[in-house]
């Protein structure tokens, strides 16, 4: 048997670390279904052949096999690499069974076996939200799927987050319009920008993808529009192009950034940035980039986009719009930089301390009475000295201990401030913020869970 | 790539049905909370020795390996197939961040690649509830964890459960008592009591065990012990054995059906039942298994007991009492068989109409006004005519429906009986049991969750 060590990318939280973790899931999750989506499971295997479909992650699958297999046995399954590869299996499977348009969150855990780093890990939670159609799915969709995670993260105490938008025909019909025939490739090159000098990327364009100089330079001056409002649509006009499709992005852009705006709050900016590309395969409208301020290093902490075909059967079309929360991406680093952090490793409100081991049952009595009406608590396990049961309950951080007396009556004592007062378990109640554990947050836009209640 | 098909063993839940889920999970962890337990998740996968140690169930790990890995290289980690070895593993990677006795909850899923059958599932989720000490755990825990998950599953809407109670320490002691040598091996003969008829074990327990047939016959009598309090103590002295080890079993038993029955009420069955073993391997005291009305078919539903030895460092000893409730195990089927439904497959409790699509924005007013206040809702995708927008409620459950006027103000309409009265999203409220989609259940112990609450 090898020494216990940590699994390089499959991190663990401690009871109060979890307890963060929780609370975010438990806060997202209320946000979505607020706004009437339904959540799902998927099961957490899919055929390798679906799952290496896209070609692109072949590499990272986990692929499974059971351990008494004959040794030349093919693998057929393999751990889903996110939501959105089972969530349209799952449309397509049990279409018969669902309302369109479906109206779905999933928050379940992924696997990739590439090299761990800070916010990339083997195993990694998120929470996904999206709509899908049959056929058809109007627009007015995508303005709503993102206001819902403009809301949902909004809420939480996190540092600021910014949704940075974009739209796949925006940039197609600008390329289009400009004259440039491979634009694709070009897409595949401004991406670039991040990496590149600009003079570097316009020089790659001419010569890869055959712009003109000029093109070239206008593609970088599309790329460099970034607005926290819709005056993009002027500057995109300014530079003089020409195209449907174009306009048809600027519209939808300008919708989505307008519906996003309108409910963002000051906890999470909106802004269309042009450069914004996220990959090229399946994405034709609507594309967004989630990232959080002084986080920049994770690159995105979700992102997402308007699919028109998210999954097909070869007779029907089932169009989506959707995006993914990173939430293990997002709160490992907050709770490793000592970001947040939960207020107690325990449920418990209340420890109820032990005269003797004959009076367990007294105290298992008060309990009882406790927990009937909501309230979290533990029994002492020893009947220490008082001091050493105070003590007990200090390290969980547990904010009471109750004592009860020779007489039957009742204390209760606050550990924090050592006033005791005379209590009824049928009747005392902790004050609200103390009733479960909470998340404390040095996020400068830091406002609790439960202030978000 | 493969028509989509069902995977056999790995069930899914339509969105329903997930919502019967997700309440049954909230309650039982609710429930938990309240009793002091801390919540963890580990990682899915093990080192594929740590799994292997058991030696009993390898054949039927998932291990895993990366597609891209060498054609030789060594698979190393597999997916857990409970959540006892992990937590095993967790208490001892992170004991120096631990308090004890660390009482702790997991619900998670977990993997077995075994032939599927009704109840039985490659990828099934646990609900388990323990406490863990370092180097000693006193017996009231065991007492104390029972009565929890005593609790934990009374408050579920489900067909009734009986906990049948047995302690490794009366078996042992009053098979050595009565001088049969190999405890161990009679225990394994006993459990065949529920496959053979009574004559042909005992014969075995002669020809195998080398009992004698007077000592055959007084295992038997021990066997067939099932009583619903404590009066198998006298029936058990009445068989005329003495022994150390038994007296201590008794006293515990009697203990863990009294304090069981305390917490029980109507809707969960407490029996002491001396024929119940529960494998041989790492029990050491008090062991359970829970049993469902009308669904003998599946076996137990939950099971667990003390052991000495949770985990080892080789230094250090973590005794552990905990027990375990098969939520997938006991859904499926119910679910399956109409037993449990949910109210609605969706979360909201109210469409808002649209009277034109130039509107849009008026209804998404007021529905982010019902969410200020909680209140679950959408807008409704299309303006369609009203009859055909109430239709659409009606289909995915949705009870009622907000009409916004031209003049501003609204009126709202339980779809379900016709009644249309004015309203204002800043005031109105439906009925508390329409805000959630409940569970809906036909078993005869029915409470609904919202009683529960």
Known sequence: MSKIAPLSGFPELLPA???????VIASVSRTFELHGFANIETRVVEPIERLAKGGEVDKEIYVLQRIAAEPDAKAELGLHFDLTVPFARYVLEHAGHLEFPFRRFQVQPAWRGERPQEGRYRQFTQADVDIVGRDELPFHHDVEVMAVMVDALGRLPI?????????????????????????????RVIDKLDKLPADEVATMLVE????????????????????????????VRA??????????GLEELAAVVEGCRAVAGDTVGVEANLRIARGLDYYTGTVVEIFMEGYERLKSVGGGGRYDALAS?????????????????????????GVLSGSRPV??????????EDDRAASTRVAAGLRARDIACEVAPTPAKFGKQ????????IPFVWFVQADGTSQVKDIRTGEQVEADPATWAPPEHDLR?????????VSTSEENK
Chains 1, 2 share one sequence.
Do not use: H, M, W
């Not at 890869?208 to 599309?222: F, K, S, Y």
């Not at 059967?313 to 680093?333: A, E, N, Q, W």
């Not at 418990?348 to 003797?356: D, F, M």
């Open 17 to 23: 670390q979890r307890a963060v973790e929780r609370e």
């Open 437 to 445: 554990p909470t998340i404390v947050s040095t996020a400068s836009t």
């Open 159 to 187: 540092p600021r987050v910014s949704f940075q938008f974009n739209n796949r025909k925006l940039i197609q019909g600008f390329y289009r319009g400009l004259g440039i025939d491979d634009v694709t490739d070009a897409i």
């Open 208 to 235: 890869r993808v055959g712009a003109t100089p000029e093109q070239a330079q206008r593609c970088l001056e599309l790329a460099t529009i970034r607005v926290e409002d819709t005056s993009f649509v002027e500057r």
């Open 390 to 397: 105070i003590r007990f309950a200090e390290r969980r951080g």
């Open 239 to 248: 530079l003089g192009v020409s195209d449907e499709l174009l306009d048809q």
């Open 313 to 337: 059967d070869g007779r029907t079309t089932y169009p989506g719009v959707g995006v993914s929360f990173g939430v293990s991406r997002t709160l490992i680093p907050l709770i490793s930089d």
């Open 347 to 356: 449920p418990s409100v209340v420890l109820v301390a032990l005269n003797s």
